[in-house]
């Protein structure tokens, strides 16, 4: 035992990925507390103050996209400080060494990529992308200004944040 944690269990894990075939990491909320975002269902996370059936759906975005956008420049601010913590960064290592060939994550902050990882399928999309809900064109975050109510596109449709990518 090194403090609370047995060794045995994570010397098996250790072995079982170096000799795996294909292994993959999947990730979700926990990963990145470390990295200063909370989970999003924890005390102090953002369905604390915001009631999902209000904000996590297309629909209500369509409905109140005003309201959706408060929250999002909130969850913005936080997910623009967030830097990769030492999980983030270990994962990265491992699919450069080829011990993992890619990691599927809940996530949308972007640290896995800023911590190096190459192949991340996200499956509620990256925050830092945007795509137009009238032309589907693609912006990056930085493109986008999130000081209107609601951001528009050139075209004028609406923006929506958490465009996925998959590899």
Known sequence: ????????????????????????????????VESGIPAFRGKNGLWARYDPSEYAHIEAFLRHPAKIWQMLRELDGILSKAQPNPAHKVLAEMEREGYLKGIITQNVDNLHQK????????????????????????????????NQTVPRCTCGGAFKAGYSLFW
């Open 1 to 32: 035992m090194i403090g609370a944690i047995e060794v045995e269990p994570i010397k098996e894990a250790a072995r079982l990925i170096k000799f795996a075939d294909f292994a993959i990491a999947l990730t979700g909320a926990g990963i990145s």
């Open 115 to 146: 911590a190096g990882s190459q192949k991340v399928c996200e499956f509620h999309g990256n925050a830092f992308r945007m795509s137009c809900l009238n032309c589907d064109r693609l912006y990056k975050r930085e493109e986008v200004d999130l």
